[in-house]
């Protein structure tokens, strides 16, 4: 009898090592809303939004707009990065570059969205961003 739980018991043990290991291997990498992230095999870089939706930045300039450096990128699977759904490219950060437009002598200040709103004046453009 004694040697019928034993194997019982070890035969039910194995079992939950086993199921443990499977569902720990198929287990979601947790990774929080609002986190920058990237795949363990591509560059780009992108902020997973409170929407679970990932907002590309579409070169370094952008992506230095608003951040001084990659520490904070979290690297997943491709395969976990791929179940958030694109949700549209980050555009500059309101306010820390001015655009000007080759064709256009005018100087443009970027709002939010990436709208550009012209600048009337040199003097305008220094009461908002100073001398430098």
Do not use: C, H
């Amino acid at each position: 009898m004694e040697i019928v739980f034993k194997r019982r018991f070890s035969i039910t043990l194995s079992l939950l090592i086993l199921f443990s290991l499977v569902y720990s291997s198929n287990k979601a990498q947790a990774v929080s809303a609002e986190t920058l992230i990237k795949s363990d095999n591509n560059p780009a870089v992108y902020y997973l939004g409170s929407d679970l939706k990932r907002y590309v930045f579409p070169n370094e300039t952008v992506f230095f707009s608003w951040y001084q450096n990659f520490e904070g990128v979290e690297v997943i699977k491709q395969s976990e990065l791929s179940k958030y759904p694109l949700g549209g490219n980050i555009t500059i950060r309101p306010g820390t570059y001015l655009a000007k437009i080759t064709t256009d002598p005018a100087v443009y200040v970027i709002e939010p969205g990436g709208v550009l709103k012209k600048i009337r004046n040199e003097a305008q453009a220094r009461t908002l961003y100073g001398n430098d």
